[in-house]
């Protein structure tokens, strides 16, 4: 058993090891023609000359160094016009992008011609390699329970070197995808075969790979809870929604609406996690779309203003952030091995609400400013230009700051990358708006708490330990006391870890919600207790 | 201003100094040989298992003690000078007290056995026995425990989760036998098996026997079968760690002698916890109790008696829980091994043979007496109620699935439960659909 679930390691390595490796596979060579083709009239225009003399028919041994050349070209072009105020010529397209699909297609790699096969080796390789890992836990494991044995003895789950690698692995990913996609582009190209199934001879982008891996990360990782996790229904309901709506309705439906004339969009990405829904191109798209269109701008509204807090009144944030959220289901389940290394000490928690809410601050700003930028422009005002500057600040300038600040840094690079060193959670707890803002009806509005279990509790702090959002449960089940946080996403791990039974997740009336409130707790009746 | 000095950072003593601290602006001292800071004793386990790291099992950050101006003093007390209200230290300096809690805790029981001291053999109760069993589990092929309770059982898992096999010799003729009834010991003990715990019955040790260095190498039962282990487990009980109060004034017989207000017989002396023992126990209780929770209740009391407001112990209707690998335990109120006079009992048991409940109930009166749950969450303070109140055993019968405390979509058994109840014993109990439970509390 020992040896079936090491081979599977190896195997899921190997698949790792040439994912890795698939940006040193390049051949890349652009020849005139995929110029012509693939720039746009402006670009051709500006960069026609240069290319020809430096880049055309040249031979590069990697898309990172055909696009690094190809990016010099290009900001070397774009600071002359600007030198020069030549404005109406210089080119705002993001040089990363235009090399991105200059590599793809001037590409000619082992990968590239033999995409099916580059997939079973990564993909394919990486999937079974990592079940077979996982599924031997069935008989290793032993009979079906709380299995947490040398969690804190693995250097994988224990912030020790695997945990190092891993996050150095999962880092560099999130900035390679992020900040320099064309270094992955062989990577993207091995994800064509899928996209094909979708629509024939579509190329995948960068957000292709994304969100392929990051549902079959999911599913996989699914599995382990699915084992992990086989005695407690709770776990494995959950879990099968947050696979359902990732799955569902953040992958197959943005791919299958299109074939069908629709905007492709995930209907449970709400704002203000979704920070893009009202910028001016997304809204104009929807107009443009007819009558769904209108309904996705309106369900948009629905969504975030009615929907989301009636059900966190009823069911608190859980029913988002850990049964529909996508970044909650990586969390859950990519992200289980490391839920106890979230931080626990009081100064976190003082850090969590500095951060999330300056975020959701930030979040509000961003939406006044391209909320009055698209209104204004889509209702015509300075000739559909509309009101781009408040206060001296352009809206483009806000866009960017976020985007760049949470969109990419905070959300992946340090949401996701960190797992293995700040826990699965680290985006959920510190940076996300909508968490946030269902964490405030949570506090103050809901029926929702966590329940202690009169005077049962031993102290033992596996409910803190195995709190991905670093909720100190134990400071209050020891008191008697009901949890009642804002950042409780309801993962409902705290009880399930718990040996004594005293933590339960629970909606009910709004009163009595915190539970005990004396200093004495249930079981000594030298005390009159509550009254 | 009071000085009030409590020596034994366990629960009982820092209870007590919490207390103490809402109540009060006394002067606090705690005194601790084992660690600094205070942790959860019920929790070593896991620190062995990998669960959690030492840290995570200390309920207070480290700057709690500060911030509530609980001093902390890490040195051990050789012996209590109770004429002149002083302590001595190991360090050789001498404390000051104006009032004295002792709050000592206990150690495992050893029973004279041959061998008993060696190398490899230990108990599992304190910080130090955490320490020792990492070094003696090295490289350790087999443990054999001694003595089939609680504390027999976390070691087989601990032992367990390391690779180690485990032999447990239980002297009884079934598991945790002084406490559980037939039945729950015997759904134990076959969860115990499937563990691979190689468990034995009416099997007594006779000797621990050395090898060249001193160390364990391997047991003899009574019967006189020899097992090769490096590891023994002594997990027979604990009793009262009292060993240098015995040469004070301070009356000690098995615990610490004190009465209903935790006081001793010298004044401004007080025991609370694992230590105490009561004159005549209380509410029915034994005159030892080495549980957390009573250890708990004991210094939410002393503190109050200590601050000027003398308050009796009085512990509400009996509770305790465990876990036995994965199956966990509760019980309210008294289900004895054997049934007393007079009462009536039904016993359910799932087909799989690892959930089950046993209650208990006066026959003439139908009056609730207690309860046994194993592998269901029940809610303390509705059963806590129906004790106190007297509420009858059809009561409970039928408000079964209101005092379910399982994780939402677990199966539910209440109705298989009430239905065999009904058939058993000819009463006639309709299970009630589940109340928001507090509507039962506030009724």
Request: include cysteine.
């Amino acid at each position: 058993m020992k040896n079936l679930k090491y081979t599977g390691m190896v195997i899921f390595l190997i698949g790792l090891a040439i994912f890795t490796t698939t940006p040193f596979l390049g051949n890349v060579k652009m020849t005139e023609t995929i110029m012509v083709e693939s720039l746009n009239e402006q670009e051709l225009a500006n960069l026609e000359q240069p290319l020809k003399e430096q880049l055309i028919d040249k031979e590069f041994s990697s898309t990172f160094g055909f696009s690094r050349a190809f990016i010099a070209i290009y900001n070397a072009k774009n600071e002359e016009l600007k030198a020069n105020e030549e404005w109406g010529k210089v080119m705002w397209t993001k040089a990363s992008s235009v090399a991105l699909n200059l590599s793809r297609a001037s590409n000619n790699s082992v990968v590239t011609q033999n995409k099916w096969l580059f997939f079973l080796l990564t993909f394919g390789l990486g999937i079974f390699g990592s079940l077979m890992y996982i599924i031997v836990d069935l008989k290793l494991k032993g009979p079906p329970g709380i299995k947490n044995d040398g969690i804190y003895h693995d250097a994988a789950t224990n912030r020790g070197w695997i945990g190092i690698l891993t996050a150095v692995w999962l880092v560099t990913f999130y900035i390679v995808l992020y900040f320099h996609p064309y270094i992955m582009a062989d990577a993207i190209s091995l994800t064509d075969p899928i996209k094909g199934l979708f629509k024939q001879g579509a190329e995948a982008s960068q957000w292709f790979l994304y969100g392929l891996l990051y549902c079959i990360s999911m599913l996989v990782m699914g599995v382990r809870m699915y084992i992990k996790y086989r005695h407690n229904k709770y776990q494995i309901v959950r879990t099968t929604s947050v696979l359902f709506f990732q799955v569902i309705f953040a992958f197959l439906l943005v791919e299958i609406l299109p074939l069908f004339g629709l905007p492709g969009r995930d209907l449970k990405n709400a704002m203000p996690l979704d920070y893009t829904f009202l910028y001016k191109y997304n809204i104009q798209e929807l107009l443009d779309a007819g009558q769904f269109g209108m309904f996705l701008i309106i369900w948009g509204f629905v969504l975030s203003i009615i929907v989301v807090p009636t059900l966190v009144y009823f069911y608190g944030k859980r029913w988002y952030c850990s049964w529909v959220c996508g970044c909650g289901g990586l969390a859950e389940t990519l992200g289980d091995p490391y839920r106890q290394l979230s931080n626990k000490k009081m100064w976190a928690w003082k850090l969590e609400r500095w951060l999330i809410h300056g975020v959701l601050v930030f979040a509000g700003i961003l939406t006044i400013f391209v909320g009055i930028h698209t209104f204004t422009s889509l209702s015509g005002v300075n000739d559909g230009e509309g009101v781009s500057t408040i206060m001296g600040i352009s809206a483009f300038d806000v866009r960017d700051w976020y985007g760049f600040m949470v969109g990419a840094v905070f959300a992946g690079v340090i949401g996701t990358g960190f797992y293995p060193l700040f826990g699965n959670r680290t985006w959920c707890r510190f940076g996300c708006p909508l968490a946030a803002y269902m964490g405030l009806v949570q506090r103050f509005k809901s029926r929702f708490r966590i329940t202690t279990n009169g005077g049962q509790c031993i102290s033992c702090g596996n409910c803190s330990t195995y709190c991905e959002q670093g909720i100190d449960v134990r400071a209050y089940a020891q008191k008697g006391q009901n949890i009642v946080r804002s950042s409780c996403v309801g993962c409902g791990v705290c009880s399930a870890v718990c040996p004594r039974g005293v933590l339960k997740l629970e909606n009910g009336p709004e009163a009595g919600r915190f539970g005990n409130e004396g200093p004495i707790v249930l079981g000594n009746d030298g005390f009159k207790l509550n009254q | 201003m009071d000085k009030i000095v409590i020596i034994g950072n366990g629960i009982s003593g820092v209870t007590a100094a919490r207390h103490i601290r809402k109540n009060s602006d006394s002067e606090i001292l705690i005194i601790s040989a084992e660690t600094e800071h205070f942790f959860s004793r019920t929790a070593l386990m896991y620190v062995y298992m990998g669960h959690m790291r030492f840290e995570d099992i200390k309920p207070y950050e480290d700057w709690f003690w500060e911030k509530n101006r609980i001093d902390l003093k890490f040195d051990r007390v050789e012996d209590i000078k109770t004429e002149t209200k002083q302590l001595v230290m190991k360090s050789g300096s001498s404390i000051n007290y104006d009032k004295l809690i002792l709050a000592l805790g206990s150690k495992p029981n050893k029973f004279g056995w041959p061998g008993q001291d060696l190398k490899g053999v230990q108990g599992l109760y304190s910080f130090q026995d955490l320490e020792m069993i990492e070094e003696n589990s090295k490289n350790a092929k087999r443990a054999v425990i001694v003595g089939g309770g609680l504390i027999g059982v976390e070691f087989a898992e601990m032992m367990l989760s390391r690779g180690i096999e485990v032999t447990f010799l239980v002297r009884e003729s079934k598991f945790w036998g002084n406490v559980l009834p037939d039945q729950e010991g015997a759904l134990i003990s076959r969860h115990i098996k499937k563990h691979h715990v190689d468990l034995r019955f009416n099997t007594e040790l006779d000797e621990i026997i050395a090898d060249e260095n001193g160390r364990a190498k391997a047991i003899k039962t009574k019967d006189g079968e020899i097992i090769e282990c490096q590891v023994v487990g002594l997990t027979a009980g604990v009793s009262p760690n009292v060993a240098f109060v015995k040469d004070t004034n301070i009356e000690v017989e098995r615990g610490i002698k004190v009465n209903e207000f935790l006081e001793t017989n010298i004044e401004d002396v007080y025991a609370i916890g694992d230590c105490a023992q009561f004159h005549q126990g209380v509410n029915g209780r034994r005159n030892i109790e080495q549980v957390w929770y009573t250890g708990r209740i004991m210094g939410e009391t002393v503190a109050q008696t200590v601050t000027g407001k003398r308050l009796a112990y009085n512990p509400g209707p009996w509770f305790n829980s465990a876990k036995f690998f994965d199956i966990e335990y509760q019980t309210y109120g008294w289900v004895f091994a054997n049934k007393l006079e007079g009462e009536a009992d039904y016993y359910w048991e799932h087909p799989k043979g690892e959930i089950c409940i046993h209650v208990v109930w006066d026959e003439a009166t139908g009056l609730f007496k207690g309860l046994n749950v194993f592998g269901i969450r029940m809610r303390h303070d509705l059963f806590d109620k129906w004790l106190r109140e007297g509420a009858s055993v059809d009561e409970v019968m039928a408000n079964l699935s209101t005092v379910n405390f399982d994780p939402e979509f677990y199966s539910h058994y209440e109705k298989s439960i009430v239905d065999q109840f009904n058939k058993e014993t000819g009463r006639n109990v309709e299970l009630k659909a589940k109340k928001w439970w507090r509507n039962l509390i506030g009724s």
